[in-house]
C-alpha cells in the first residue's frame, strides 16, 4: 500500500516504533516532562515567543479550530473568514454555531487569493481573520504576508489554521504577526490522528481568551492552557501520540526545520516537473509543497482514483463537492520517497 494523501499519511519507522510500545500512566512527573518539553519545542519549531501560551487538545484537527473560534470569539467580535473550500466552510460552520458574526470572503477555485479580493472588506470593521494557510481542499497556498498586513492596518487578530502548511512550507510565527496557531498531528508531522495543538502570543491570550467564562468543558482552552505550565492536561490525552510527537520533534529540530520543508519541496517540484509532461494540469494559484492538485477538467478524477487503488493498492486523494470528479490531490507528507512518484505517474498514464 502506498498513501499519497493528506492525512494520515504514511509513517516513519521511528513513529511505527513509539507505536509500537506499551503506554505509561500519565498523571507522573515523567509524563509532565514529555509535555513540557513538546510545547517548548513546538513553539520554537513555529517560531514563537517562549511565552506563547500552548493548548493540546486531544481530538483531530477540527476540534482545535472549534476550540478556537468558541474560546476566543463571542457575539462581540465581527470576524473576516477567508473561505476557500471545504476547511475555509468549516470555519464558516463554526461561526455560525456558536453566534459570531462574520462575513466571508469567498474564494473561488480558479483564482488566486489577492488584494483586490479584499476591496469590498476595507471599510468594515473587523476584530479578527480566520484564515486555512493552506486550502487544503484545493492546494491554494494563501500568501501570509497579504493577509498579515491586511490584519495590522486593520487592527484585527490574525488565526491561523496552519494544519497542512506547519513544516511542509515555512512557518513564522510571530516574524508573520499571527496570534493563533493551529495544527495537527496527522499532516506533516505523519503521526496517528487524534492531537491537535494550539498556540497564541500572550496578547492573544490575554485579549481574547483569559478571564471568559468557559463555553464548553472538553475544547476549554483556558484549562489546557493553566494545565500545561505543569505539563499536563484537563482529560486523558491520546498518551501515545504524545509519545510519537515528542520523537518526531526531536527528530525535526536534530535535522533542522529547514531541511524538513526542503525534502518536501523536493518531493513536490520532482513530481510537478513530471506532470508537466502530459496532459495533466495543475491549477495556476500559488501551491504549497504538502500536495499537488491535478484537474480533469473533463471529469474522471474518480475513476482514476479507483483504478490507482484497485489495481496498485496506491491511494491517491480524491476530492469532494462540486471537484469530486475533477480534481486529485497528490500528498507529498510523511515517509514518501522520490521513486514512488516515478512509479506514480506511469500508473496516472496508464490510467488516462
Ligand atoms: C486536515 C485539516 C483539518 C483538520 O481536519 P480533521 O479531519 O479534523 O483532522 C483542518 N484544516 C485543514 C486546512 C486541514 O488540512
Redesign the pocket.
Known amino acids: 500500500m502506498k498513501l499519497f494523501t493528506?492525512?494520515p499519511v504514511e509513517m516513519y519507522e521511528h513513529t511505527l516504533r513509539e507505536r509500537g510500545k506499551q503506554l505509561p500512566y500519565f498523571r507522573t512527573e515523567q509524563f509532565s516532562t514529555v509535555m513540557m518539553e513538546i510545547e517548548e519545542r513546538l513553539k520554537r519549531i513555529m517560531k514563537t515567543s517562549s511565552k506563547s501560551k500552548c493548548a493540546i487538545i486531544t481530538g483531530?484537527?477540527?476540534?482545535a479550530?472549534e476550540s478556537v473560534v468558541s474560546n476566543s470569539l463571542d457575539k462581540n467580535d465581527n470576524v473576516l473568514i477567508i473561505n476557500g473550500g471545504s476547511?475555509g466552510r468549516?470555519f464558516v460552520e463554526l461561526c455560525e454555531i456558536y453566534s459570531i458574526p462574520f462575513d466571508e470572503l469567498i474564494v473561488p477555485f480558479d483564482e488566486q487569493l489577492s488584494e483586490k479580493h479584499f476591496e469590498s472588506h476595507k471599510e468594515i470593521n473587523y476584530t479578527a481573520m480566520l484564515v486555512?494557510l493552506?486550502?487544503?481542499s484545493t492546494g491554494q497556498l494563501y500568501n501570509i504576508e497579504l493577509l498579515s498586513k491586511f490584519c495590522k492596518q486593520h487592527g484585527m487578530k490574525l488565526i491561523v489554521?496552519a494544519?497542512?502548511t506547519f513544516l511542509s512550507d515555512e512557518y513564522d510565527m510571530d516574524g508573520n504577526g499571527i496570534d493563533c496557531t493551529i495544527v495537527?498531528s496527522?499532516?506533516a508531522l505523519a503521526l496517528a490522528?487524534g492531537l491537535s495543538m494550539i498556540v497564541m502570543n500572550q496578547t492573544f491570550y490575554k485579549e481574547k481568551v483569559e478571564g471568559k467564562p468557559p463555553i464548553n468543558l472538553y475544547l476549554n482552552i483556558q484549562s489546557h492552557v493553566e494545565n500545561l505550565k505543569r505539563g499536563q492536561t484537563p482529560n486523558t490525552p491520546a498518551v501515545g501520540i504524545c509519545y510519537e510527537l515528542l520523537d518526531m520533534l526531536r527528530k525535526i529540530e536534530k535535522n533542522g526545520v529547514e531541511t524538513k520543508v526542503q525534502n518536501t519541496a523536493i518531493m513536490a517540484n520532482h513530481f510537478r516537473l513530471l506532470v508537466s509532461h502530459t496532459s495533466i494540469k495543475i491549477p495556476e494559484f500559488t501551491l504549497s509543497n504538502t500536495l499537488t492538485p491535478l484537474y480533469f477538467e473533463n471529469g474522471g478524477a474518480r475513476k482514476i482514483y479507483d483504478y490507482l487503488k484497485n489495481n496498485y493498492d496506491i491511494y491517491v486523494t480524491p476530492s469532494g463537492g462540486d471537484l469530486s470528479d475533477k480534481l486529485l490531490r497528490i500528498g507529498h507528507m510523511g515517509n514518501v520517497q522520490i521513486e514512488y512518484y516515478d512509479e506514480l505517474i506511469k500508473y496516472l498514464k496508464e490510467a488516462l
Open positions: 493528506v492525512g483531530s484537527g477540527s476540534a479550530m476547511f468549516r486555512n493552506h486550502e487544503t489554521d494544519i497542512s495537527s496527522q499532516k490522528p
